[in-house]
């Protein structure tokens, strides 16, 4: 059973930065994509950023230049680095894993971690 879980969310005045960390039960390795996404109250969940696994990444426009997502191969783990934080940021984020399989693409998700930013 892979699990993905979540930690450093918090809160945080708006300006601040928080790091989240996404843990898995296997190696990143064996997922073909990983990412960040965040539901807010009310609203659809959003892609934030995903790192693929040639290495490279996709944000969203909202938080280009902001967030920065890494990975630690020797650790399992993934992050996203989040500074100059918005009233607009405060959500739940979600960690996703994808493995692209015979039968298609199966997602899996970590239990999410709030972050808010207010003053």
């Known amino acids: 059973q892979v699990q993905l879980v979540e930690s450093g969310g918090g809160l945080v005045q708006p300006g601040g930065s928080l790091r989240l960390s996404c843990a898995a039960s296997?190696?990143?390795?064996?997922?073909?994509?990983m990412g960040w996404y965040r539901q807010a109250p009310g609203k659809q969940r959003e892609m934030v950023a995903r790192?693929?696994?040639?290495?490279?990444?996709n944000y969203a426009d909202s938080v280009k230049g902001r967030f920065t997502i890494s990975e630690d191969s020797a650790k399992n783990s993934m992050y996203l680095q989040m500074n100059s934080l918005k009233p607009e940021d405060t959500a739940v984020y979600f960690c996703?894993?994808?493995?692209?399989?015979?039968?298609?693409?199966?997602?899996?998700w970590g239990q999410g971690t709030q972050v808010t930013v207010s003053s």
């Open positions: 996703n894993g994808r493995k692209t399989l015979v039968a298609g693409a199966y997602d899996y």
């Open positions: 790192i693929n696994s040639d290495g490279s990444t």
């Open positions: 296997e190696s990143i390795f064996r997922f073909n994509r």
